[in-house]
């Protein structure tokens, strides 16, 4: 292993990871995009959903640059250190739901662990509930992971697998610089397909240059350093192993000093961006997302970065994210500024049932 | 004799292959592990859990694009 692999996956490579999250994520908000949601990988991923007409909340939809740019700063850094695996086959549709059960779950407190921690950083109080829900989560996960819970082996792929990914983002890349329009409706609204929001979060975004080139920076070191919000957590508990933990710790506080420094650093827990104070759905939002994303194996980062360096499984889990995203709108599970939605509580409460069972039945066929 | 444990993590993502290699481990105060993973980042933490045990890694890059890793204490 070289010097520089050595370092970036060290304590401090992770310090210095995580502060170059927490420097580039508030910047992005100063830059345009929503308040606290410089980089959120479920937000992301429901505008996303959105843009591509699986939802119809036209206040959240666009195809967000950083997605692309993450999962596409991951496969260079994988071609570049011959980590560019290929592989499938560890019960890619259980991962498929479990993403669109995190999703549920995520979107339910209103961001993934990444803008939980953003959130936290920028002031927003009602963040505490959601990342105590988040390790809650992760710790009924470990459960599962002592009993021997396994989502089984992947095998390796031929090389073309790996490239579907980042095909689809050059694909997404295309449709958020052309954005189609095919026609419009009577009341003169545009029929897709590709939809931009023009008022709300969706409206807000940095340029469309910078957004990408910090995604792919983002994705960049995160594919060398292993970066996960999720494992950070997992690892300190199940393995009393801090390192990626400090690198989630550096991402708070860079966020912190960031936010006080651009003037976005507002605490309270009324009237903050893109979020509500609904305290137990907060919490129970994040104990589903948490225990979905540990029974997969990370944080919906870690997933993209790993789809981009080939793992078929996460891109199976990102899919399954956007097209929970889809779900969690139509269906009134997602919440908004002004509480949850209609569907929230009950698909959080049916999402953990779901997850345990998953976590009690999947285990590595005997003689694997 | 020296009878050699082999532990095959290929396929499974992390933490899975570090549990394993944890399980095997145990109780163990001498002898020789084998570790089969097939992802650099199941290397790096099965040589980083082993490490700080107090075992000794070495590593080896299989043909297969897998790697194999010896413990040794």
Not at chain 1, 169 to 191: C, E, K, S, Y
Not at chain 2, 2 to 9: C, L, N, V
Not at chain 2, 53 to 63: A, C, H, I, L
Request: hydrophobic residues 50%.
């Amino acid at each position: 292993m070289s010097a520089i692999s050595r370092f970036i996956t060290s304590r401090w490579g992770l310090i210095v990871v995580g502060a170059v999250i927490g420097v580039l994520a508030p910047v992005l908000v100063k830059l345009g995009n929503p308040g606290n949601m410089g980089i959120c990988m479920v937000c992301f991923d429901r505008d996303i959903a959105g843009a591509l007409g699986l939802h119809r909340a036209s206040v959240v939809q666009y195809i967000r640059p950083e997605i692309i740019g993450c999962l596409l700063g991951a496969l260079v850094a994988a071609l570049s250190f011959r980590e560019f695996k290929p592989r499938t086959g560890s019960a890619p549709l259980v991962r498929f739901f479990l993403g669109m059960l995190a999703v549920f779950g995520a979107l339910v407190f209103l961001g993934c662990p990444w803008r939980s921690y953003l959130r936290l950083s920028g002031g927003d109080w009602n963040a505490i509930p959601g990342i105590i829900g988040l390790v809650a989560g992760i710790g009924i996960g470990i459960l599962f992971l002592k009993a021997g819970f396994s989502l089984g082996r992947s095998r390796p792929a031929p090389k073309a697998m790996g490239w579907v990914m980042p095909v689809v983002m050059v694909i997404l890349l295309v449709m958020l610089i052309a954005a189609p329009q095919f026609g419009r409706d009577a009341n003169g609204n545009p029929t897709g397909p590709i939809f931009f929001s023009t008022t709300g979060p969706g409206s807000q975004h940095a340029p469309l240059i910078i957004a990408i080139v910090v995604g792919l920076v983002i994705g960049f070191l995160a594919q060398r350093s292993r970066f996960c919000t999720v494992g950070a957590v997992r690892d300190a508990i199940l393995l009393k192993d801090s390192r990626l933990l400090y690198g989630v710790l550096a991402l708070i506080v860079a966020a912190f000093f960031t936010n006080l420094t651009l003037g976005q650093f507002t605490p309270g827990f009324e009237k903050q961006p893109v979020a509500h104070t609904d305290t137990l759905w907060n919490f129970g939002g994040m104990v589903l997302a948490g225990l979905a994303f540990t029974l997969a194996g990370g944080c919906p980062g870690r997933q993209l970065f790993l789809a981009g360096e080939g793992d078929g499984d996460a891109a199976m889990f990102v899919s399954g994210m956007i097209v929970g995203a889809g779900f969690a709108h139509n269906f009134s599970i997602a919440s908004s500024t002004s509480g949850t939605g209609a569907f929230g509580p009950v698909t959080v409460i049916v999402g953990v049932v779901i997850c345990i069972i998953i976590g009690l039945t999947m285990r590595e066929p005997k003689g694997a | 004799m020296d009878t050699m444990k082999t532990i095959d993590a290929r396929g499974l993502s992390c933490p899975q292959p570090v549990l394993m290699t944890q399980g095997a481990l145990k109780g163990l105060k001498t002898g020789t592990v084998e570790v089969l993973v097939d992802t650099s980042a199941s290397r790096e933490n099965v040589s980083r859990f082993a490490g700080k045990s107090g075992w000794t890694v070495t590593v080896e890059d299989r043909p297969d694009g897998s790697f194999r890793l010896l413990l040794k204490k």
